[in-house]
C-alpha cells in the first residue's frame, strides 16, 4: 500500500521558533505539494515540487520555505512561526499531471 | 476534536439509506474531478475520480456525477454505513497543471 507519512502528528512550538514539517512518500512520486486546511477555508496550496531541488510557489506562501534535496522527501519550514501559522498541515503528493493526490495525515500544528 | 469541520454544512442520514453531497465547481476549463473522504483526525483519501468526457462513474457503493453544463459535480454513497460518517470534499484540476481547487466540504453524519 502506498503511503506518504508527515512525522509529526501533533506539534505544539512557541512564536518566533523555526520549525520543520517532514513529509516521506514511498511511491517514487515526482511532485509533491504542502496544504494548509483551515476551518471554512478548505485546503490551500503553500508550495509544491515537481522534481529534486525544484519548488514553486502556492497561494500562501508568505512565512514559508521548503526544501526538497531527496525525491522522496519534502520539508516544510516556518522561519519563524507565527500564532497565524496554527493550523493542519497536509503533505500530498502526485505520480503526475492528470494524476489524484495521496495525502499523508497531517500534522497538526499549535503555535502559542 | 479535530476542528477543520467546524463550519460546514452537514448531511444527516439514516443508516442504510442513500446519501447525496454536492459541489459546485468554480473553473469551467476544470476537467478532473476527485472525491475525498476525511474521517477525524486523518488525512483526505481517495474515493472516486471522473474526468469531463464522462458524465458518471460508478464505484463500490460509490457513484460520481458530471453536470459540466451548471458545473456541478455529485456523489452518491448506497446503504450509507456508520463507517461512511466524515467529510466529504472535492477537488477541481485542469489538464496540464499541477494544482487542484479544493471545495470546502461536507460533513456526513449516519444516524443509526
Known amino acids: 500500500d502506498v503511503k506518504v507519512t508527515q512525522s509529526s502528528r501533533y506539534l505544539v512550538k512557541r512564536t518566533g521558533e523555526k520549525v520543520f514539517l517532514e513529509c516521506v512518500q514511498d511511491m517514487d512520486h515526482e511532485n509533491m505539494f504542502w496544504y494548509r486546511q483551515d476551518p471554512g477555508l478548505g485546503l490551500r496550496l503553500i508550495y509544491f515540487?515537481?522534481?529534486?531541488?525544484?519548488?514553486e510557489k502556492g497561494d500562501i506562501p508568505e512565512g514559508y520555505s521548503v526544501s526538497r534535496e531527496k525525491k522522496e522527501r519534502f520539508s516544510l519550514i516556518l522561519e519563524s512561526a507565527s500564532t497565524n501559522q496554527t493550523s493542519m498541515y497536509l503533505c500530498a503528493s502526485t505520480l503526475g499531471l492528470g494524476y489524484g493526490y495521496t495525502f499523508g495525515s497531517g500534522t497538526r500544528l499549535t503555535v502559542v | 476534536g479535530e476542528s477543520v469541520g467546524l463550519h460546514l454544512p452537514t448531511l444527516s442520514v439514516q443508516e442504510g439509506d442513500n446519501s447525496i453531497i454536492n459541489c459546485a465547481y468554480s473553473?469551467?476549463?476544470?476537467?478532473?474531478f476527485i472525491w475525498y473522504k476525511q474521517e477525524s483526525g486523518k488525512g483526505p483519501q481517495f474515493i472516486i475520480d471522473?474526468?469531463?468526457?464522462?458524465d458518471k462513474r460508478q464505484g463500490q457503493r460509490v457513484t460520481v456525477l458530471l453536470n459540466k453544463t451548471v458545473k456541478h459535480l455529485s456523489l452518491q454513497i448506497a446503504a450509507t454505513q456508520p463507517g461512511d460518517s466524515a467529510v466529504y470534499f472535492c477537488a477541481e484540476n485542469t489538464s496540464g497543471t499541477y494544482k487542484y481547487i479544493f471545495g470546502t466540504g461536507t460533513r456526513l453524519k449516519v444516524l443509526a
Open positions: 471522473i474526468r469531463s468526457n464522462m
Open positions: 515540487s515537481y522534481d529534486v531541488k525544484m519548488k
Open positions: 473553473n469551467s476549463a476544470s476537467d478532473y
